[in-house]
């Protein structure tokens, strides 16, 4: 049998991990994403400049999505544009993954002679940025 990129494997016996990519990314063929947590911190330090307190804030996700160019309908969007994910990441903020906006930060799109096109998009998403 032969698994190609996007067919989920056969597994046998006891399989406790999470296998694969839970949905496919409109215009392109998703190989691989990322999620990066991500927050700004301030200290308080005490007169030797030991700290001795925090301060959490302005939490974001960063995020990649890498696949490969379909031949029709592929990937139109634009930079700073909204972005409809179409696998939510995991919620590890202090808020929620509520509200908010995913915003496109960057799009990279790669051809070479021995490989099928490829494009990666990087994305942010901020609980607290209502709209585009």
Do not use: I
């Given at each position: 049998m032969t698994c190609g990129p996007f067919q989920m494997a056969t597994s046998f016996?006891?399989?406790?991990?999470v296998f694969g990519i839970a949905a496919q990314q409109t215009g392109f063929l998703l190989d691989s994403t990322t999620d990066d947590y991500t927050q700004q911190s301030?200290?308080?330090r005490n007169i030797t400049g030991d700290r001795t307190g925090s301060s959490?804030?302005?939490?974001?996700i960063e995020g990649t999505l890498d696949g490969f160019l379909p031949s029709s309908s592929a990937f139109s969007g634009t930079l700073s544009s909204a972005l409809s994910l179409a696998t939510t990441p995991a919620d590890h903020l202090i808020g929620s993954?509520?509200?908010g906006v995913t915003r496109v930060?960057?799009?990279?799109?790669?051809?070479t002679s021995e490989d099928y096109r490829r494009i990666s998009v990087k994305?942010?998403?901020s609980p607290t940025i209502l709209s585009a």
């Open positions: 016996g006891t399989t406790n991990g301030k200290y308080v959490d804030y302005d939490e974001a993954v509520t509200g930060m960057g799009v990279t799109r790669s051809s994305w942010e998403y």
